[in-house]
C-alpha cells in the first residue's frame, strides 16, 4: 500500500504476499490475527487499499484482509488471460489459507460482491455472513445483439491504449473527485497513489 503524507492512518496496513493458483497476490492486512476475520473483497477497477477509509471507522476489533484481485493493484498476473470463475477460486484458495475449514464474513464491492455472491451459494458453509455492496451483477441482454455487441468491442479496442496515463498523481485525483465530489482532497490523493504507479516518462498509469 502506498501511504501519502497527508493522509493520517487511523489503522496501520500491513503488505503481505501469498502464490494463489499461479498469481502472486497482494494482500492489505489490518488488525490482530487473534480478532474475527472480515474479508474485504473490492470491485472492478479498483484496489484493496482504497477500504482503508472503511477500516479507519471500524468500531468493533477485526482481523481485516482486503487482496487486490488478479491483475488490479499490487497483485502481479503472469498469465495472458483468466476467466471469471477464477476469482470464486482465487476467493476460496485465500480463505483455505486465513481460514481453513470455518465461515467467513465476506464484504463485497461491485464485482467483488458479484464474487462474493457467487461463492456464498457454491460454498455456504465456508460463509457466515455476507454483505453486498451495490453489486448488481451485470445487465440482462438479448443474446441477438450479441454480435454487434462484439464487433463494437472489437472495433472499439484497436484504438485503446494499454493503460490511461495521466501527467502526474494530482491530475488523477482531481480526476477522481469529479467523479466522487464527496471524496475529500487527501482521500483522493491518497486512492490515487494506489490506483497508479509512475512509469519511466514521469507519468503515472493505472495499475488494473
Not at 105 to 125: Q, R, T
Not at 132 to 153: K, S
Not at 171 to 183: F, T, V, Y
Amino acid at each position: 500500500m502506498t501511504i501519502p503524507k497527508n493522509y493520517l492512518l487511523q489503522t496501520q496496513p500491513r503488505d503481505v504476499w501469498h502464490e494463489i493458483r499461479g498469481v502472486r497476490y497482494h494482500v492489505n492486512e489490518w488488525g490482530a490475527r487473534e480478532h474475527p476475520l472480515l474479508v474485504l473483497l473490492h470491485g472492478w477497477g479498483d484496489c484493496g487499499a482504497s477500504f482503508q477509509f472503511f477500516v479507519d471507522e471500524l468500531k468493533q476489533d477485526w482481523f481485516v484482509i482486503a487482496p487486490d484481485w488478479r491483475g488490479f493493484g499490487l497483485s502481479y498476473l503472469r498469465c495472458e488471460a483468466y476467466w471469471f470463475p477464477d476469482y470464486i477460486a482465487d476467493l476460496h484458495t485465500l480463505l483455505d489459507i486465513y481460514q481453513p475449514g470455518e465461515q467467513a464474513n465476506l464484504l463485497g464491492h461491485s464485482m467483488g460482491a458479484n464474487v462474493a455472491g457467487l461463492y456464498a451459494g457454491i460454498f455456504p458453509d465456508r460463509v457466515r455472513r455476507f454483505v453486498n455492496v451495490e453489486g448488481f451483477g451485470l445487465a440482462d441482454t438479448d443474446p441477438r445483439d450479441a454480435p454487434d455487441n462484439y464487433r463494437r468491442w472489437i472495433e472499439q479496442s484497436k484504438n485503446m491504449s494499454a493503460h490511461k496515463s495521466y501527467r502526474d498523481y494530482d491530475e488523477l485525483a482531481d480526476r477522481i473527485r469529479k467523479r466522487s465530489p464527496a471524496i475529500s482532497p487527501d482521500r483522493a490523493k491518497f486512492v490515487a497513489a494506489n490506483w497508479a504507479t509512475r512509469v519511466e516518462d514521469g507519468s503515472v498509469v493505472l495499475r488494473a
